[in-house]
């Protein structure tokens, strides 16, 4: 009797934009690690080489300095386009926010192009941004936000909600298969010490002994999602059905200066807490609806906040030099 011959499924092809940067450097060692072969394109305005430097010389990961505002071209099959690349700091909204603008709009454009063109599945990575400073609570995908077009905040809030609309004329109008997800605060390693946010913030004022800076009376209240928990459920979310917006995020919610007071704990510092004004259109709550997200993948978040904060101090311990 003959043997049936195997068939060897062809490996998927992956696209990453802002492949270097916090986030996508992570998505690009999870899609490795699930045998797709990756393209990183990136040019290194927020990302860094130094995160994904250990992939080099890896037959299945290629790396292209590009500026996604520009026409991309690639040789060969696509089966996925992840499009992450975007400055996502409050730091980069003041001092970039002509590119973070041209990003969110024409980088948008090129990327679903290129999907088009390679008959790819599209994932948008949207925002909690898009909320703005929120009229309800917690936010839900089916709110519309409450948003400040030309404050300092607008040109990333308003990059991203053009995006989610291009998207989904893509969608619409070409049929195309659209993912988008709505990333609420995530932290971990490869955080950018001096990005505005508020873990890396606070972790390396705590690191260094200095005051940790708590604006406003730090009643203000934010949840943290852990990174690879962030990436598991945008990568279930590329692999559904669906095409409406999805919410990915820790709904745990806490106020700063809770939080402050929790990284003081954990790396065992001396500092003490100051308290600076509140800039403008700095969000008063933030806290994810994830039931879409449970129902539709089956996901939510694992790493409790005290385990992600120590595997996150212990990579910035390493980044300062910090015993």
């Known amino acids: 009797m003959a043997k049936k011959k195997i068939?060897?499924?062809?490996?998927p092809r992956s696209v990453v934009t802002g492949g270097?940067?916090?986030l996508g450097s992570h998505l690009t060692d999870y899609l490795l690690a699930r045998g797709h072969q990756v393209v990183a394109l990136d040019n290194l305005v927020t990302g860094s080489v130094k995160n994904i430097e250990h992939l080099a010389g890896r037959p299945d990961f290629r790396f292209i300095k590009q500026d996604v505002t520009e026409f991309m071209f690639l040789d060969g099959p696509v089966d996925y386009v992840w499009h992450f690349a975007s400055p996502a700091?409050?730091?980069?909204?003041?001092?970039?926010?002509i590119q973070t603008l041209k990003v969110g709009s024409l980088g948008t454009h090129k990327a679903l192009g290129l999907a088009k063109q390679k008959k790819a599945r599209f994932l948008l990575t949207s925002t909690s941004e898009i909320y703005g400073d929120p009229l309800v609570h917690p936010q839900r995908e089916d709110y519309w936000g409450n948003v400040n077009t030309i404050g300092p905040r607008g040109c990333y809030d308003e990059s991203k909600r053009f995006a989610e609309a291009l998207v989904m004329a893509y969608h619409r109008q070409h049929a195309m298969d659209t993912k988008i997800v709505r990333i609420f605060n995530t932290y971990g390693p490869r955080m950018r010490l001096r990005d505005g946010r508020v873990v890396p913030a606070f972790i390396g004022q705590a690191l260094a002994g200095q005051p940790l800076t708590v604006f406003g009376k730090g009643d203000q209240t934010r949840s943290f999602c852990y990174c690879s928990d962030l990436i598991e459920g945008i990568y279930r979310l590329m692999?559904?059905?669906g095409n409406d917006p999805v919410n990915i995020g820790n709904p745990a919610e806490m106020t700063m200066l809770q939080f402050a007071e929790e990284i003081i704990r954990v790396t065992g510092s001396r500092s003490k807490i100051v308290?600076?004004?509140l800039p403008q259109d700095d969000p008063k709550q933030r806290?994810?609806?994830?039931?879409?997200?449970k129902t539709l993948l089956g996901w939510e978040p694992q790493v409790p906040l005290a385990e992600g904060l120590v595997k996150t101090i212990e990579y910035f311990r390493g980044r300062l030099g910090v015993e």
Do not use: H, T
């Open 20 to 22: 270097a940067g916090f």
């Open 287 to 293: 806290k994810p609806d994830i039931g879409r997200a």
């Open 7 to 11: 068939i060897a499924k062809p490996q």
């Open 239 to 241: 692999m559904s059905q």
């Open 275 to 277: 308290f600076r004004p």
């Open 89 to 97: 700091s409050p730091v980069d909204y003041l001092e970039l926010p």
